[in-house]
């Protein structure tokens, strides 16, 4: 079957990125496709995220997207009447050694200085605002309030709803193949259902990016990696903020949880070292691990149930960045990969940033944030906010 039809832009993955992308290109007067070999849209890393939003992070780029983000998922029911489960409840990184406690208070001045709503907390103030977090060794921690939490799975598919209004199209359960090329230009996809031509291709495929490039033989240095997350039964709501703790654990570089609106408590960590691949499949060792972690943070939490847990795949950059920007051997191909287990919160951010790219508006921030994450950059540093 042929379905050579033509479209201003098509996106590949309608994760936390793509939908967004097509939901704000739809808006702008545009004509998306969205194609993914899944049923429905936020099937990959969308599906497993724990929902925290934070613009908290250690550089201008980020900062900037998710504050973005942060402002249209706050906005949302208002403009387009859908309960995505939004909770501004903030962001603490808490300090127990001097170690820590330096690191938070020196990106301190630097977040502060791109716009971030953000201040530190002495030790009286963190167990005020985190009731029952253990006082031994605690020294105190930073606190933005701006920060928040969604539901990913109701957020995207209202995100979807939108966009299929709007006129985006998305074609589900289908497979891209191969790229339609004319000399060094894209002309379109190839998919295992027919063909579709456009000008612009976005790879917004997460931990499949890099796979996905070299079907046109370019190559990316995005690797997924998988993180563990569980979820506890429901009790009664004594704090709102996301806890984050960035001391290293043997096994774990560091762990973060918050309360849900439903009571119940999430939990992760960030494995260390790093478990590359595409394994999705929870295992025995992260459970007995990150309980250690919640209970050293919050004892009070001893006795709760956990009810479930599940592995999903960060797409990860050799630095924590994620990659935006033109490719410049093949025009046309536009990266959005590597968001490295932030895609939900940078996806409306990024979203919008996509279109100004793809109808030539970027402003002159958007030149500075996209510096950050060109697909060319040296790749040398370190995010130190993971």
Known sequence: MNKA????????GSGSIGTPAAL???QAGLKPLVIDNAASVGQGS???AIGGVRATHSDPAKIALCLRSIEIFTNWQDTYGDDIEWV???YSFVAYREKEEQTLKNLLKVQQSFGLDIHWLDKKDIQTLLPGVNPVDLIGGTYSPGDGNASPLLALHAMYRQAVHAGAVFQFNEIVNGFITEGDAIRGVTTNMGS???PVVVN???????PLSQLVHLDIPVNPDAHEAAITEPVSIFFKPMLVDIRPYPGSANFYFYQHITGQILFCITPSPNIWGDFTQETSEFLPMACRRLIDLM???AGIRVRRAWRGLYPMTPDGFPIIGWDRELHGYLYAVGMCGQGFMLGPGVGELLVRIITNKTTEKDQEILSYLSPYREFSGQEKLK
């Open 196 to 198: 579709y031509h456009t």
């Open 46 to 48: 969308n599906k497993k």
């Open 88 to 90: 501004t409840g903030g």
């Open 204 to 210: 917004a495929a997460g931990a499949h990016a890099r």
């Open 24 to 26: 704000f290109l739809a």
């Open 299 to 301: 004892p009070k939490l």
């Open 5 to 12: 039809s033509a479209y201003d832009v098509i996106i590949i």
